[in-house]
């Protein structure tokens, strides 16, 4: 019963470096979504796709890049890492209108 | 104004209180409503959706008020597995337009 998984959970980044965040669900949901979480801001949207092929900038997308690889794979890819970006990435996924489901969340700490 | 405002708390209360949070949102277009649960270093689970006519789900209780846009969720006879964060959530009714709450943290204490 996998549902959302991402990877990896823990990451440390030098200012400058590049990586991708890994998110797969197994729920046949046409949408996903990467989310950024930081201490007294909430859940944010960095960039969503409403369904395979299509992608679209939330309200945090700069800095970041995503591909919707086919309809169970969403990454995000943070081509140059900056302390800014130090923060908790979750991946969603849902049906439209319906429950949306996270991964465990990835912490990211750029140095 | 904030699209979806929670008191931030926290809220702490004794096993057995009964508490309640408080959820404000901008939009009148607001189509759907949720009351979320993150405990510490976890990732937010859905609770209950709140619908218009009121639900509860044993110890639970949602509420929402389209005229004054104003949704609430009571918790009765708190526990101590209680103790977490509580999201408020609004959906637009369009793809990306999922508005979370700062979130309400409760406390329950022995």
């Known amino acids: 019963n996998a549902g959302v998984t991402q990877t990896p959970k823990f990451q440390v980044l030098k200012t400058g470096q590049s990586m991708t965040l890994q998110c797969a669900q197994d729920m046949n949901h046409n949408s996903m979504y990467w989310y950024r979480q930081d201490p007294g801001m909430g859940l944010r949207l960095i960039y969503y796709s409403a369904s395979e092929g299509t992608t679209d900038k939330g309200e945090v997308p700069n800095g970041y890049n995503v591909s919707r690889l086919n309809k169970r794979e969403f990454s995000l890819r943070l081509e140059s890492a900056a302390p800014s970006q130090t923060s908790v990435y979750f991946c969603a996924s849902n049906l439209q209108g319906s429950t949306i489901y996270f991964g465990e969340g990835s912490w990211l700490t750029v140095v | 104004r904030k699209e979806v405002e929670q008191d931030p708390g926290p809220f702490n209360v004794p096993e057995g209180a009964t508490v309640a949070f408080n959820c404000t949102y901008s939009?009148?277009?607001?189509?759907?409503f949720f009351w979320y649960r993150q405990d510490c270093r976890k990732e937010p689970k859905l609770l209950m959706s709140?619908?218009?006519s009121g639900n509860e789900d044993g110890r639970f209780t949602a509420q929402l008020n389209r005229a004054s846009q104003y949704i609430s969720l009571l918790i009765r006879d708190s526990k101590l597995s209680d103790s977490a964060t509580y999201l408020c959530?609004?959906?637009?009714?369009?793809?990306?337009?999922?508005?979370f709450g700062k979130g309400t943290k409760l406390s329950v204490k022995p």
């Open positions: 709140v619908y218009s």
């Open positions: 939009n009148s277009a607001s189509q759907s």
């Open positions: 959530v609004v959906n637009l009714g369009s793809q990306g337009n999922l508005i």
